[in-house]
């Protein structure tokens, strides 16, 4: 077949319904929305493929949608916004220039503790901030940082821009943005994209009761914290964009440009297995420069523990790589006019206008922090992702799946900068916990071969992968054909805890002859009425796919006695 053949070849236009009968077909019985249609955590469900019929809006409507994303962006690339570690201010100086130099374009100032500056540092720093954009992040009100301004001319000040996040109302040049609209805290409290998008906008109609909407609008700034969930965290910076919009026309008023700056999100970061932090990171980011924003952050795979100036140096060339090679910074809004991302953009919008509505019904952001209605609302949300990490329906590779027991826990040095980090719910902690309580209990543990191990292999690496993630090696046994067999294996080896493994055929066989003289549990489930039954044989439990981890692996960990 030629090239100039392959191009007049004509491929039949095929409908969604067509397409979902191949599907159904393809499932063999499998209940069609269960398997391929997704529930999200805001009860938003994703279809497996998208039209344009479905996107509920006419094409108009979807043209207006887009371009409200791309007329809220300052430009079509985005500001590499790394944070910079030093302990003092000439070593913050040089730092700075290095990053600059290696591709940081911000300069990124987070210390835990104010640092003593010198006219010549000042007037250094000056000569940066005019030709480099500033994100301050400051600890205490009147940090001696901010009398680099006073060194500034008239026409040098109006060159500064950037953004100062600060408990109270600081001083500085007009272009720098000083009202931070934060969405972390909620984030990190568990929050969903509901509830981010809701109080953003909750935040803002309470910062306008104390000024005019042109003022309040100048000095605005977002932060939002990206996670993996690679879509929607897209869809969740573009909604916001068109909710500033629509929030700007519920006020009369023309929604000038807001600066959005994102960093990856430490809810899904773990300490366990840190470096895929990295593959997190990666997909965050990823997310966040297709949304649109105007700068960004990642933070280092080994953020919860001790950084070092090598993970810095990879987290600012996960930035790079995108940028350099994906090309994405030339175009304004690259997700613009996917079925499926404008589709979830529109969801998003509405159901987080309809949830800012709610608060504002019930007082307003302050009177719903202060009531606790709010905190209960995000907490209902939280316990049901931490269900769906304990039951392995979300996988944190390294922590709830794949773990590698052998892998030390360190200990948190989040320093005083980072303290809003140090409560963020995450979901990885329960199974830190775990791993940490496994270092402190010996507990000599088998998976018992009922089968040879060919016919039982899935099941034993089941086990041994559900035992992994309290940091719990157990050793493999090898067939053993006869309750007796199983007895004396587990007298030989002072055995604390067992698994048995093998058809329900199998286990039906052995288990009336075993005598109970260790916990032991079974692979697969097995019906309540067996389970009785065999409870006097020592057959505690059963571990099968989607049992609750954290309660079970705690059970067997009491069953060890105190390390040495």
């Given at each position: ?6 191009k ?27 398997v ?38 300052f ?128 935040m ?11 003022q ?27 909710l ?56 280092p ?29 030339h ?42 209605w ?14 769906q ?8 590779i ?66 041994s ?70 409870e ?29």
């Open positions: 077949m030629t090239i100039e053949s392959m007049n070849i004509q491929f039949p236009e095929r409908t969604y319904d067509e397409w979902k009968q191949a599907a159904v077909a393809a499932l063999k019985g499998k209940d069609f929305d269960k391929m249609k997704t529930r999200t955590i805001e009860d938003i469900t994703l279809e497996p493929l998208y039209t344009e019929s479905m996107l509920e809006r006419t094409v108009s409507d979807v043209n207006a949608q887009t371009a409200a994303v791309q007329s809220g962006k430009q079509s690339s985005w500001i590499v916004a790394q944070e910079i570690a030093a302990e003092d201010a000439e070593m913050f100086l040089t730092v700075t220039k290095e990053d600059l130099a290696r591709g940081n374009e911000a300069i990124v100032y987070t210390s835990a503790h104010p640092f003593d500056w010198t006219e010549v540092q000042l007037e250094e720093l000056a000569a940066l901030i005019v030709r480099y954009p500033i994100y301050f992040k400051l600890i205490e009100e009147q940090d001696p940082i901010l009398r680099v301004f006073e060194l500034l001319t008239t026409e040098q000040q109006d060159e500064v821009q950037g953004v100062i996040f600060a408990a109270e109302a600081v001083k500085a040049p007009a272009k720098v943005r000083t009202e931070l609209i934060d969405t972390l805290p909620t984030h990190n409290a568990g929050g969903t994209i509901i509830h981010e998008l809701g109080v953003a906008l909750s803002m109609a309470e910062s306008l009761k104390e000024q005019t909407f042109e309040a609008a100048s000095k605005f700034w977002v932060r939002f914290a990206v996670d993996t969930h690679f879509f929607q965290e897209i869809a969740k910076i573009r909604a916001f964009r068109i500033w919009q629509a929030f700007g026309t519920a006020y009369g008023e023309q929604a000038p440009r807001i600066p959005v700056f994102t960093e990856t999100s430490v809810r899904s970061y773990s300490k366990l297995d840190p470096y895929v932090n990295l593959l997190r990171a990666g997909n965050a980011t990823f997310s966040a420069v297709l949304a649109g924003t105007d700068g960004h952050t990642v933070h795979h080994d953020f919860l523990t001790v950084p070092t100036a090598s993970s810095r140096r990879i987290a600012r060339n996960v930035q790079l790589v995108i940028k350099e090679e994906s090309h994405v910074s175009v304004t809004d690259a997700a613009g006019g996917s079925y499926f991302i404008e589709s979830l953009t529109r969801q998003y919008v509405d159901a987080a206008w309809n949830y800012f509505c709610e608060i504002q019904e019930a007082g307003g952001y302050s009177e719903v922090k202060r009531t606790g709010l905190t209960d609302d995000i907490q209902a949300k939280w316990l049901e992702r931490e269900q990490a304990t039951k392995r329906k979300t996988s944190l390294g922590t709830n799946v794949y773990a590698n027991p052998q892998e030390p826990v360190k200990d948190s040095k989040i320093d005083a900068a980072h303290l809003e980090y140090m409560t963020a719910k995450r979901l990885s902690t329960p199974f830190e916990k775990l791993r940490a309580k496994s270092r402190e209990t010996s507990i000599k543990s088998a998976i018992i071969l009922l089968e040879p191990l060919k016919a039982v292999k899935p099941q034993a690496d089941f086990v992968g559900f035992l992994s993630v309290a940091g719990i090696e157990p050793e493999i046994s090898p067939y053993l054909s006869s309750a007796d067999e199983v007895n004396r294996f587990i007298r030989s080896e002072e055995l604390d805890y067992a698994v048995l493994c093998g058809s329900q055929d199998t286990l039906a066989k052995i288990v009336p002859g075993l005598k109970p003289q260790t916990a032991i549990d079974v692979a697969g489930k097995v019906d309540a009425e067996t389970m009785a039954n065999w006097a044989n020592g057959i505690r439990d059963c571990l099968y796919a989607g049992k609750p981890l954290i309660a079970k692996l705690k059970d067997v960990l009491s069953l060890g006695k105190e390390a040495l």
